[in-house]
């Protein structure tokens, strides 16, 4: 069975950071490529972004790209975004999933989310 815990989300204030980790089980990690989703308050699922199985290719949404970095510890099974100079749009329930188990931003199996509230 798939398994995906997400942690490390929190409340922070606007250019602030945070590093989410998802520890994934029940399947052999470092044969996926992994994807972050999140999801805002009222609003559908969003695609954040992708990294490949050996961590060599990765893939950003654009309003992100250059804040946030997605690498992988394959050894660990544990996939990882770094957000840095968020920004209260960055609000939103924050989902790991396997790839293969999205269409566009919905995905399935996924973790449960860990939330990440930007505020003054």
């Known amino acids: 069975e798939v398994q995906l815990v997400e942690s490390g989300g929190g409340m922070v204030q606007p250019g602030g950071s945070l590093k989410l980790s998802c520890a994934a089980s029940?399947?052999?990690?470092?044969?996926?490529?992994m994807t972050w989703v999140r999801q805002a308050p009222g609003k559908g699922p969003e695609w954040v972004s992708t990294?490949?199985?050996?961590?060599?290719?990765?893939y950003y949404k654009g309003s992100v790209e250059g804040r946030f970095t997605i690498s992988r510890d394959n050894a660990k099974s544990v996939l990882y975004l770094q957000m840095n100079n968020l920004k209260p749009e960055d609000t939103a329930l924050y989902y790991c999933?396997?790839?293969?188990?999205?269409?566009?931003?919905?995905?399935?199996?996924r973790g449960q989310g860990t939330q990440v509230t930007v505020t003054s």
């Open positions: 999933a396997r790839s293969r188990d999205c269409s566009g931003p919905r995905c399935s199996p």
């Open positions: 029940g399947f052999t990690f470092s044969d996926r490529d």
């Open positions: 990294i490949s199985t050996g961590g060599l290719r990765t």
